[in-house]
């Protein structure tokens, strides 16, 4: 009895070394991952700035942030990554909606339609992403090394109230703006006939895109003011089974 006592002490200890081992390794890739995540948004911002002052107009910013822009926020696709693996506890499908949602922006829409590049609600979204994204993983990285101040904390639960709104409709105007384009040159739909019998309307696809912002913009507007009164207020939020 003894000796299976000891055998069973043991296995735990090692499993509990394991465990220890696990998360040391976790907490120093998230506090890299959300440092270098926020030195490449303040590279942004600070390439946004400069290019302002130099030019004094907003013609041209995006594509001269393009490139660093893309980089970082396809990058995000890790937090995907984080939640499936368990390394954060945060739902896999909010996080994934939100990272998607911003890489179709980028990449689908932006980054496609060289005419919409310079209309005011791109350089919108774009300071809206710039502002969150900083004081988001700056929050994050001194909430790991466990130095985190009260004013940034006080920013990333505040300030969403304005940018989130901001941000949104940022991006609807975008798509909206971008909408005349897409039908005239019938860019990423397909026209029946074709070798694959489908048919696929790019345009159409941006207009439901823009709808579904109806129902997913206040049930993230709603998770984030949850999240504020748990952290700023210390409220207990009971989350309900769906």
Known sequence: MASSEEDGTVEEKENNNKRRT?????TAWLTFYNIAMTAGWLVLA????RFYIQKGTRKGLYRS??????FFQTFALV????????IVKTSVIVTGVQVCSRIFMVWFITNSIR?????????????VWTMTEITRYSYYTF?????????????????????YPLGVAGELLTIYAALPFVRRSGMYSMRLPNKYNVSFDYYYCLIVFML???PLFPQLFLHMLRQRRRVLHGEVIVEKDD
Do not use: D
């Open 212 to 214: 579904s912002y109806i």
């Open 65 to 70: 942030i393009a490139r660093t822009l893309k």
């Open 22 to 26: 696990k998360s040391a390794l976790a």
């Open 46 to 49: 600070i390439a946004m700035m």
């Open 143 to 163: 909430n790991l090394l466990h130095l985190l101040p009260y004013f940034i904390k006080w920013a990333r639960y505040n300030l969403f109230i304005i940018l």
């Open 79 to 86: 937090e995907v990554g984080h939640c499936a693996f368990g």
């Open 115 to 127: 005419q919409i590049q310079n209309e005011e609600s791109v350089i919108l979204f774009l300071v």
